[in-house]
C-alpha cells in the first residue's frame, strides 16, 4: 500500500489555473502508476489523467486535452497535475489514484490507493 495526500486545491476564477500536488509514502513511488480523477456533485468519480511509472507515457480524457499536464517526480514521490484555463464545469473534489499494474487505466476500480481528495471551484 502507498499513502497519497493531495494538496493544491482551491477557489479561481474561469480561465485561471491551479496546479494540484501528490505526495506519496509507504513504497517505492516509481513502481506506480498515478492518475488524477474528479468527483463533482451528485456525479460519479471521473477519469482525467494517468501517468506512466517514469512518466514517458500519459493519457487524458479528453475534456482535459491541452488544458491539463500531469506530471510526476520520482525523486520526490510526488505527482502534479497542472490545470490551466480552468472552466466551471472542472469544478470537483480532485483525487489522486496510484496502481502497480503498468497500464494507464481510466476507471477508478482499477486503483487500489487513494487520497482523500482536494476540493477545486472554478467560479464564473
Known amino acids: 500500500q502507498v499513502l497519497l495526500v493531495e494538496s493544491g486545491g482551491g477557489l479561481v476564477q474561469a480561465g485561471g489555473s491551479l496546479r494540484l500536488s501528490c505526495v506519496a509514502s509507504?513504497?517505492?513511488?516509481?513502481?506506480?502508476?498515478m492518475a488524477w480523477f474528479r468527483q463533482a456533485p451528485g456525479k460519479e468519480r471521473e477519469f482525467v489523467a494517468a501517468?506512466?511509472?517514469?512518466?514517458?507515457?500519459?493519457y487524458y480524457q479528453d475534456s482535459v486535452k491541452g488544458r491539463f499536464t500531469i506530471s510526476r517526480d520520482n525523486a520526490k514521490n510526488t505527482a502534479y497535475l497542472q490545470m490551466n484555463s480552468l472552466k466551471p464545469e472542472d469544478t470537483a473534489v480532485y483525487y489522486c489514484?496510484?496502481?502497480?499494474?503498468?497500464?494507464?487505466?481510466?476507471?477508478?476500480?482499477?486503483?487500489?490507493?487513494w487520497g482523500q481528495g482536494t476540493q477545486v471551484t472554478v467560479s464564473s
Open positions: 489514484a496510484a496502481d502497480q499494474t503498468p497500464v494507464l487505466r481510466t476507471t477508478p476500480h482499477d486503483y487500489d490507493n
Open positions: 509507504g513504497r517505492t513511488f516509481s513502481l506506480y502508476v
Open positions: 501517468i506512466s511509472r517514469l512518466g514517458s507515457n500519459t
